[in-house]
């Protein structure tokens, strides 16, 4: 198999995640952009690491750490998404935080 194939689907995966990151508003399509931006990187590691055939096989390593560490991201990105709905109903990135009035009751009287 030529190198440029697993390359170029590479390429469309990263660019794919880009724009779910940089256009969508909800947290959780956000999330899916930076979980395809993360198997673009795998797949550039896996597919370099099978042409250097070293007995280390750091290309496949280094993807066992990846995914890893994305499963505990996505865990705790879910857990503030959850709890971001929770507080405020919704997951809309672009919508202001709502704050409550910083008066006192006694202010109010």
Do not use: K
């Not at 899916?32 to 290309?59: H, K, Y």
């Not at 995914?67 to 971001?84: G, H, K, Q, R």
Request: aromatic share 4%.
């Amino acid at each position: 198999m030529h190198l440029w194939l697993p390359m170029v689907l590479a390429s469309v995966l990263a660019g794919a995640g880009t724009y779910a990151v940089l256009a969508r508003r909800n947290a959780v399509l956000v999330l899916i952009g930076v979980e395809l931006i993360l198997n673009a990187a795998n797949l550039i590691l896996v597919t370099l690491g099978s042409v250097d055939v070293s007995a280390l096989q750091t290309g496949q390593v280094l993807t066992l750490f990846i995914i890893t560490i994305a499963a505990a991201e996505i865990c705790v990105a879910l857990a503030v998404v959850l709890a971001m709905f929770r507080l405020q109903g919704h997951i809309d990135l672009t919508a202001l935080p709502e704050t409550e009035d910083a008066e006192t009751p006694e202010a109010r009287r």
